[in-house]
């Protein structure tokens, strides 16, 4: 299995920023995909979860109404859309894939490298 991110990069506060997880080795529509992100010097946290077909999503109560995540299976891509983002969503933003939907980081065994989002004041 391999997840492979981007999309990140250094924008102000209120901006805007379009992850992107592409997977391979897997059938990607028997997965849920998540989104995690880690602080620096803070544990990884959920974010947002998308079910196999795109109906449940699923998100942290500090980033409903700010983040949209969403999936392209023909694509084998899921997307995480970061609007109004704010300094402490920097981090780096990892998906990650698991049969079961999960809100603990632990509970995914498959990671992608993760992406770097910066947010100035």
């Known amino acids: 299995v391999q997840l492979v991110d981007s999309g990140g990069g250094l924008v102000q506060a209120g901006g805007s920023l379009r992850l992107s997880c592409t997977a391979s080795?897997?059938?990607?529509?028997?997965?849920?995909v998540a989104w995690l992100h880690q602080a620096p010097g803070k544990e990884r946290q959920f974010v947002a979860v998308?079910?196999?077909?795109?109906?449940?999503?699923e998100y942290a109560d500090s980033v409903k109404g700010r983040f949209t995540v969403s999936r392209d299976n023909a694509k084998n891509t899921a997307y995480l859309q970061l609007d109004n983002l704010q300094p402490h969503d920097t981090g780096l933003y990892s998906c990650a894939v698991n049969r079961f939907i999960r809100r603990d980081p632990g509970g995914y065994p498959n990671w992608g490298q993760g992406t770097n989002v910066t947010v100035s004041e």
């Open positions: 998308i079910g196999w077909v795109g109906d449940t999503t």
């Open positions: 080795g897997l059938v990607f529509n028997a997965y849920n």
